[in-house]
């Protein structure tokens, strides 16, 4: 669940529906593997408790309808589910409702997303002609305060003739990912079936990339890209486990300064030593389990992995395997690099098109925690036969036990 998966419904009677939800959350994996669920017209208002809407594994945010507000005393009403595997750092940023416009806008801050967008905010809008201005504003100041996020704009649909009319006079054309008009959610599947025509053009002599860090250690992406193009190769960065661990806290510390310790998040018992391997940082360094679902779509041929420590240490050296790799001429080799002392990495003399050095973002290069070394210890020793499966498929030694 890295892109959402969304269901836009309408709720015309709670208890049946909710009722229904129950047995098709339970039952019904496109209910359950959506990262969101979003119902208009729900007819709630604040006589109606948030525990007769309780979904498990899903956390609630409703907009009710204020009949003072809206000039009526029916329909109306906006709810999300957000599925809890998704995502649980959730936020309502705006709520809307009078007669020109009821809107809901939440900030969504999932675990993993594409592009490296730190959040993503949902919103879902009903508006007349005119109300369309005051929701024009209202994405302008969140995108303000919001930098690094994407956006998706969940809209009813209506007529054809009223969905082109949307479509050609859409508030968020301009924003960074896309504008859905959903009936179902068949209609967000044959979305994400033809991403790849988004895909820039190339000339002879060019190859597409696109780049989602997160595909690799979610479970339904082989399945997807393999759908999407067999020949695909795909390119993995790994680096040691336990500093990707350590890496990925302090991402996550950067932004959430009061989270528990490193340690507290290692362990499920700290006297046992049992780690936690429920927790994404531990998880995703598990290597060998993540390959070994790429592998039932792909064969190892078309997968190469790279090494982050070299990448460092011998960024021509390293980047010279990817030219050889996707069948390129050698171009870059060690005079395209100098080494940064301020971030500790390599860095581009010069970028395509520019006349200034590049360096990777403000984001990478922090100064980890301090970790005890007995913590690092008991990860090396809970990471080395993950290791060494990994070696063997790979057929290559990474050297992080050494």
Known sequence: MVL?????????SLPNKMDELLLLSQTNKDFSNSAALCFTESWLNDAIPDNALNLPGFQLLRADRVTESAGKSRGGGTCFYINERW????????????????????????????WEFSSFILSRDDFMW??????????????TLYTDLAEICLRESRSE???????????????PIFVLVLRDFSRLQDFLKTSG??????????ITMEKTPSYFVTREAPARIYSMSRSTKLIVVVRDPVTRAISDYTQTLSKKPGIPTFESLTFKNRTTGLIDTSWSAIQIGIYAKHLNNWLQFFPMQQILFVSGERLISDPAGELGRVQDFLGLKRIITDKHFYFNKTKGF????????????HCLGKTKGRTHPNIKPEVVQRLRDFYRPFNMK???MTGRIFGWDD
């Open 130 to 143: 005119f109300g369309r201005k005051i929701y024009s504003h209202i994405f302008t100041a969140l995108e």
């Open 197 to 206: 025509d988004l895909m820039p053009k190339t000339l002879e002599g060019q």
């Open 161 to 175: 003739e009223e969905d082109e009319e949307e479509e050609e006079n859409a508030v968020c054309e301009d924003n």
């Open 4 to 12: 959402p998966c969304i269901h836009l419904a309408n709720l015309r």
């Open 346 to 357: 390599p860095c581009l003399k010069k970028a395509e098109g520019s006349s200034k050095p």
């Open 390 to 392: 990994f070696y063997q």
């Open 87 to 114: 995502c649980t750092d959730v936020t309502a940023l705006k709520k809307m409702c009078c007669p020109s416009l009821e809107a809901f806008f939440i900030n969504c801050k999932p675990f993993y997303s594409p």
